[in-house]
Structure formats: C-alpha cells, structure tokens
T-cell receptor, first 116, second 118 residues
Framework: GAVVSQHPSRVICKSGTSVKIECRSL??????MFWYRQFPKQSLMLMAT?????????EQGVEKDKFLINHASLTLSTLTVTSAHPEDSSFYIC????????????FGPGTRLTVT | AQKVTQAQTEISVVEKEDVTLDCVYE???????LFWYKQPPSGELVFLIR??????QNEISGRYSWNFQKSTSSFNFTITASQVVDSAVYFC???????????????FGQGTRLTINP
C-alpha cells in the first residue's frame, strides 16, 4: 500500500514553454502533498506544501506564479512549471501524507525535467 | 529553525567493511521525527527508518543499525559488512511533530554519497 506515482518520469521541453507534472496517490487519500526539487548532486529542497482544496504554501524564494500547484482532489496534485528556463532543469519529487499518519511521507519516483 | 548536517559528503569503502554515516540535527521543537532515506541512481527515495524524539532506543535491522543520541543531537547510521548494492546517496531528514496540524515538511541534510567497492 501507500503508493505514489508521478507522471511523466522524464520530460524535455523548450525554453519558454510550460510543463505539467502529476503526482497521484494510488491507494490512499492524500490530505497533504509536498513538492521538492533536487538539483544534481544536491539535497532535496521543499518548494511548497499543498493541502487538498486549499492554496499551496510556498517556501521562501519559490515563485508561486512560476510554479503553479493544484491539489484539487485527495489523490492528485499537479505542479506546472510555467515559462520554463534551463535553470528550472531539475529532479522534481512529490510526497503525500494522510491525516491519520501525518508523520509518514510517501514519495513518488520523481520527474526529471530538462529545459533546452 | 530546523537544520540537518551530514558532514561527510562522500565515503568510499571496500566491500565487507563497516561504515557509519553521521547526522547531526538542530531543532527547537521538543517533539520531532528523524528519518533516513536511501537514494539509488534511479533517483527514487527509499525509506529506511523513522524515529520519534521520545524513542532513543537504538535500532537494528539486518545489516543496518541506527544510534540516536539526543544529548548530542545525532542520529547516526551504520552499515555492517557493506555490499556493493549499498552504494547510493543517503539522506538524513527531520520533521516537526504537530499531530493535529497534519503533516509537516521534511528538512533534509546534504546527503552522503556512499560507494562500496568490490
């Protein structure tokens, strides 16, 4: 149980375009989802926290107009990178938590974004 | 503010050696959780252990063991008789425990890249 999927696993897009990444909890209801970003050979940094039905809370320094997060249902959250630039190339990982086990975060397999 | 420090950026050992990965944390919270994750080359995070701040018992799981010491704010991870398959990046992480407020973010250390040579 507690499986989180991400789609796509890899995406290459041209500079200036937008790309959407999906994060789904397959067998549980995720009241909270987190989006992390990991640059090569670096650690994971939290970008934003989203609770179902609410606006996402962004970490300092993360542009909310550039990284649009939607958590419209208990099983799906999306991250849209708008007007992507090469510096947005990174590994994006989502995680999901439930209300009854808030100390558990179930991680998705990650999405590798390359902006050319 | 919370902070996790993994001072060892890279460690390289020969197979069958024991290796310890260090983790030191900072938090003002009295209740918190500590985690270790493994990240193989595929990138997917593999959960290894969660420990809450009230449980200082050391834990052993097969070749893996963890030493949690609140007095030194450390949560070290030891692999005994290392194997090539243990090669990966290992992350230590910390989160607050605010039960009724729901899940809290994880603060990750910088990671330790472990290479086990045959």
């Amino acid at each position: 149980g507690a499986v989180v999927s991400q789609h796509p696993s890899r995406v290459i897009c041209k500079s200036g375009t937008s790309v959407k990444i999906e994060c789904r909890s397959l067998d549980f209801q995720a009241t909270t989802m987190f989006w992390y970003r990991q640059f090569p050979k670096q650690s994971l940094m939290l970008m934003a926290t989203s609770n179902e039905g609410s606006k996402a809370t962004y970490e300092q320094g993360v542009e909310k107009d550039k990284f649009l997060i939607n958590h419209a249902s208990l099983t799906l959250s999306t991250l849209t990178v708008t007007s992507a630039h090469p510096e947005d190339s990174s590994f994006y990982i989502c995680s999901a938590s439930t209300l009854d086990r808030p100390y558990e975060q179930y991680f998705g397999p990650g999405t590798r974004l390359t902006v050319t | 503010a919370q902070k996790v420090t993994q001072a060892q950026t890279e460690i390289s050992v020969v197979e069958k050696e024991d290796v310890t990965l260090d983790c030191v944390y900072e938090t003002r919270d009295t209740t918190y959780y500590l985690f270790w994750y493994k990240q193989p080359p595929s990138g997917e995070l593999v959960f290894l252990i969660r420990r809450n701040s009230f449980d200082e018992q050391n834990e052993i799981s097969g070749r893996y063991s963890w030493n949690f010491q609140k007095s030194t704010s450390s949560f070290n991870f030891t692999i005994t008789a290392s194997q090539v398959v243990d090669s990966a990046v290992y992350f230590c992480a910390l989160s607050e425990a605010r039960g009724f407020q729901g899940a809290q973010k994880l603060v990750f250390g910088q990671g330790t890249r472990l290479t086990i040579n045959p």
